[in-house]
Structure formats: structure tokens, C-alpha cells
């Protein structure tokens, strides 16, 4: 049923994640319009991505006649959409992909740090399945630490922006200059004057560099553990080998990562040190993953479970579901009429949604939490499965 008229909400420019992701889960006045698509990277490319984005509203409009025959004129529901890409034109090839969500009197568009699948869907709710791979491991932080430079970065699977910190000395040498560490020359003559000249031995400075490191790292991790107060997302180091094990000596973050990325983060581009840092994160086993699928397995069968669609929805509309795991790839077009009434349909008929999204959309909503997992996860045939909370 259409949502009472509210004041139009054009939000753009940042990722979708946390509060932002959640707002796409808010009911919408369909027809709700999705948008995926990947960006070609380069200034050659401006005219190209422009035009692929065109063709998507053409095609978005054109569908929207088709399916939606006596909703708004379908170009003024997709003005604002045009709005931006004519906007945004010289702005597109530094993008690597775009998601666009359209309704009446509300347009959202984020960035993509990742590939997803691309396309157009038009349905009663915004089509999130895509993004739902991308937030399984979704907050994670990275600490690049050289002698010259500390950075602290805050990323997901959506977005990597750099944080500012407060009370961390910006390299090595403004620690020694705070701390009054005199920079000194110690050398004596290793053996007597040959030809008027004196072998000079350093040792101070030298014998001392190991500890000075241990202090710049203690002094960077008080102003570091300040800022990363109350958060427990995975911290990711970024160094050269050796100082790895120095900074692990005195760090006082409790959910820092084991290991790290090895080189010297001053010489790699952010989107290597991000790329490098969703590696490691995906090497860890997300936990939570883990447990849902640990208590579907040993309650498989039992009140507490079920893999039938049309109980899941109805369960999730009544905010019973734990634990929703979606068969990667998969996807199951029907219709739902609250509380209970699930249409399943072998093909996408028209007014159809697809109903794996929908599941997500309303565990969503009630504060569960969605995995999307392998077929071997799952029982045979299942698209879904989920654990319930009573």
C-alpha cells in the first residue's frame, strides 16, 4: 500500500552503510527504482559512462510504463536521477560503480567501492540483495604507520575515508622534538690517526632507534585507542615487517588484527591499501556467519529453523527472524500481502518482487541480521533458510 505523502528526501553522495543502508529499508511509494551499474575508469571514458547511465534511465523509463502503467509520469519520477548524472558527468569515471534508488519525493544515490551485478529493478520495495554481500563483514579500520606518517583510516565493503585523530605526533621526529630526545652524535676514534684523518664510530642514535620507535608507537596508541573508544571493528595494520610486532607490543585496541599488510604504506595508493585490507578481513571468518550457521545446523528441523519460503517471509514481517541465510545467487519472484499471504511464481510475472529481497527487507527491519552463503550451506533445493529468535 502507498506511503503517506512526505517531504521529498534527495539524498546523495555517501556510501550506503549503517544508518544510511538502513534508510533504503524503510518502506517507499512504489514504484521503487533500483539502479546498479559499474563506472569505466579514465578522463576517455567521461562521454562513455555518461551515456551508459542515460541508456539506464531510458531503459528504467520505458519499464516503468510497461509494469507501472498508472503510476507517475515516469520521467518526472526520474527527473532528479537525470538531475545528477548531467551534474555529475565529469565526476562519473572516478566512480567505480553507482547505485541509484528511486521513488516518489525521495532519490538516494551512493558510491560503490566494489562490483556488483548490474541492472534495473522496479518493485514495492528498493532492491538491497546487492549490497547484501558487500556488508557481511562490513566495519573495519586501518592503522598505515611509517616513521614519517600515521594515518588512521575508517572503511567497509562501501565506503574508505581517512579519520582525523586527535593527540598522535604526525611522524617520528615530532615525537623525539616533544619528548626533548637529543639528537646526538656519539663517536671516539676506533684506532689511531692514519693520514691525518679519525675513523668515527655511531653508536648512540643507533642503539637507541628500537626504543625511540616503541615510544612514538606508545604516544601514537594513547590518541589511537581515544579515538577507536567503544567501537569493535577489526583494526588492520599497514608497515613495513619490523614494525608490525613493535606497535602490537604496546597496542591497547583490543580487536586488532593479527599480522598485517606488509611494505611501507607511504608508497601504496589507498585503494591498494584497501583492497589489501579486505583480503585479510575476509581471510577471518566473520564470526557472526559462523554462529548462525553453526545454530541453523543444531536446530535444523526443529521449531526454531525452517527453509520454506512462505513461513520465513511471514515469520520476518513479524520480526521473529534471528538469522536469514540467502543462497548466493539465487532468487524467487512472487508476491506478499501482509501478514501471511506469500504468492510464489515459477517466472517474474508483472507486479512481481523478488521475495529473497523481501525476506532480507523485513529481517532487516526488525534487527536481524542477513548472510548470504554458499549452496552447500543450505538444504538441498532451499534458496533460503532462517533461525528464529522464539
Given at each position: 500500500m502507498p506511503t503517506a505523502a512526505r517531504t521529498p528526501n534527495f539524498e546523495a553522495q555517501s556510501p550506503p552503510s549503517g544508518s544510511r543502508f538502513l534508510a533504503l529499508l524503510d518502506p517507499c511509494d512504489p514504484p521503487c527504482v533500483s539502479i546498479y551499474t559499474m563506472m569505466e575508469p579514465g578522463r576517455w571514458a567521461t562521454d562513455r559512462n555518461f551515456r551508459k547511465m542515460e541508456y539506464l534511465l531510458q531503459n528504467a523509463e520505458r519499464q516503468l510504463a510497461t509494469r507501472s502503467p498508472r503510476s507517475a509520469e515516469p520521467s518526472e519520477l526520474l527527473a532528479p536521477a537525470r538531475q545528477f548524472i548531467?551534474?555529475?558527468?565529469?565526476?562519473?569515471?572516478?566512480?567505480?560503480?553507482?547505485?541509484?534508488?528511486?521513488?516518489?519525493?525521495?532519490?538516494?544515490h551512493?558510491?560503490?567501492?566494489?562490483?556488483?551485478?548490474?541492472?534495473i529493478d522496479i518493485g514495492r520495495q528498493f532492491f538491497v540483495r546487492p549490497l547484501l554481500p558487500l556488508l557481511s563483514n562490513d566495519?573495519?579500520?586501518?592503522?598505515?604507520?611509517?616513521?614519517?606518517?600515521?594515518?588512521?583510516?575508517?572503511?567497509s565493503?562501501?565506503?574508505?575515508?581517512e579519520l582525523k585523530v586527535e593527540g598522535v605526533p604526525e611522524n617520528l621526529r615530532q615525537d623525539f622534538e616533544e619528548q626533548s630526545f637529543e639528537r646526538e652524535r656519539q663517536f671516539h676514534s676506533a684506532s689511531p690517526a692514519i693520514m691525518g684523518k679519525q675513523s668515527a664510530v655511531f653508536h648512540g642514535p643507533h642503539l637507541q632507534q628500537k626504543d625511540r620507535i616503541l615510544h612514538f608507537f606508545r604516544d601514537m596508541d594513547k590518541g589511537i585507542s581515544a579515538t577507536l573508544k567503544g567501537q569493535?571493528?577489526?583494526?588492520?595494520?599497514?608497515?613495513?615487517?619490523?614494525?608490525?610486532?613493535i606497535y602490537q607490543k604496546v597496542n591497547s585496541y583490543p580487536h586488532l588484527i593479527e599480522g598485517g599488510i606488509l611494505g611501507n604504506p607511504d608508497y601504496q595508493a589507498e585503494d591498494s591499501l584497501y583492497a589489501a585490507a579486505r583480503k585479510i578481513l575476509l581471510e577471518h571468518a566473520n564470526p557472526d556467519r559462523q554462529s548462525a550457521l553453526k545454530m541453523y545446523s543444531e536446530n535444523v528441523k526443529?521449531?526454531?529453523t525452517s527453509s520454506n519460503l512462505r513461513e520465513v517471509i511471514g515469520a520476518a514481517e513479524q520480526g521473529r527472524?534471528?538469522?536469514?541465510l540467502l543462497l548466493e545467487g539465487a532468487?524467487?519472484?512472487?508476491?506478499?500481502?501482509?501478514?501471511?499471504?506469500?504468492?510464489?511464481?515459477?517466472?517474474?510475472?508483472?507486479?512481481?518482487?523478488?521475495?529473497?529481497?523481501?525476506?532480507?527487507?523485513?529481517?532487516?527491519?526488525?534487527?536481524?541480521q542477513v548472510f548470504v552463503v554458499a549452496p552447500e550451506s543450505l538444504p538441498e533445493a532451499a534458496p533460503l533458510a532462517a533461525v528464529y529468535r522464539f
Amino acid at each position: 500500500m502507498p506511503t503517506a505523502a512526505r517531504t521529498p528526501n534527495f539524498e546523495a553522495q555517501s556510501p550506503p552503510s549503517g544508518s544510511r543502508f538502513l534508510a533504503l529499508l524503510d518502506p517507499c511509494d512504489p514504484p521503487c527504482v533500483s539502479i546498479y551499474t559499474m563506472m569505466e575508469p579514465g578522463r576517455w571514458a567521461t562521454d562513455r559512462n555518461f551515456r551508459k547511465m542515460e541508456y539506464l534511465l531510458q531503459n528504467a523509463e520505458r519499464q516503468l510504463a510497461t509494469r507501472s502503467p498508472r503510476s507517475a509520469e515516469p520521467s518526472e519520477l526520474l527527473a532528479p536521477a537525470r538531475q545528477f548524472i548531467e551534474r555529475e558527468k565529469l565526476t562519473l569515471q572516478s566512480r567505480k560503480g553507482l547505485a541509484l534508488f528511486i521513488a516518489r519525493n525521495q532519490f538516494r544515490h551512493y558510491d560503490l567501492l566494489e562490483s556488483v551485478p548490474e541492472g534495473i529493478d522496479i518493485g514495492r520495495q528498493f532492491f538491497v540483495r546487492p549490497l547484501l554481500p558487500l556488508l557481511s563483514n562490513d566495519h573495519f579500520f586501518l592503522l598505515a604507520l611509517s616513521q614519517d606518517r600515521v594515518r588512521l583510516f575508517e572503511g567497509s565493503s562501501l565506503e574508505f575515508k581517512e579519520l582525523k585523530v586527535e593527540g598522535v605526533p604526525e611522524n617520528l621526529r615530532q615525537d623525539f622534538e616533544e619528548q626533548s630526545f637529543e639528537r646526538e652524535r656519539q663517536f671516539h676514534s676506533a684506532s689511531p690517526a692514519i693520514m691525518g684523518k679519525q675513523s668515527a664510530v655511531f653508536h648512540g642514535p643507533h642503539l637507541q632507534q628500537k626504543d625511540r620507535i616503541l615510544h612514538f608507537f606508545r604516544d601514537m596508541d594513547k590518541g589511537i585507542s581515544a579515538t577507536l573508544k567503544g567501537q569493535a571493528a577489526p583494526l588492520v595494520l599497514a608497515a613495513v615487517h619490523y614494525l608490525i610486532p613493535i606497535y602490537q607490543k604496546v597496542n591497547s585496541y583490543p580487536h586488532l588484527i593479527e599480522g598485517g599488510i606488509l611494505g611501507n604504506p607511504d608508497y601504496q595508493a589507498e585503494d591498494s591499501l584497501y583492497a589489501a585490507a579486505r583480503k585479510i578481513l575476509l581471510e577471518h571468518a566473520n564470526p557472526d556467519r559462523q554462529s548462525a550457521l553453526k545454530m541453523y545446523s543444531e536446530n535444523v528441523k526443529t521449531r526454531l529453523t525452517s527453509s520454506n519460503l512462505r513461513e520465513v517471509i511471514g515469520a520476518a514481517e513479524q520480526g521473529r527472524v534471528r538469522f536469514l541465510l540467502l543462497l548466493e545467487g539465487a532468487e524467487q519472484w512472487g508476491a506478499f500481502v501482509a501478514p501471511d499471504n506469500v504468492h510464489v511464481h515459477t517466472a517474474r510475472e508483472i507486479g512481481d518482487d523478488e521475495l529473497l529481497n523481501l525476506a532480507a527487507i523485513l529481517t532487516l527491519r526488525h534487527r536481524g541480521q542477513v548472510f548470504v552463503v554458499a549452496p552447500e550451506s543450505l538444504p538441498e533445493a532451499a534458496p533460503l533458510a532462517a533461525v528464529y529468535r522464539f
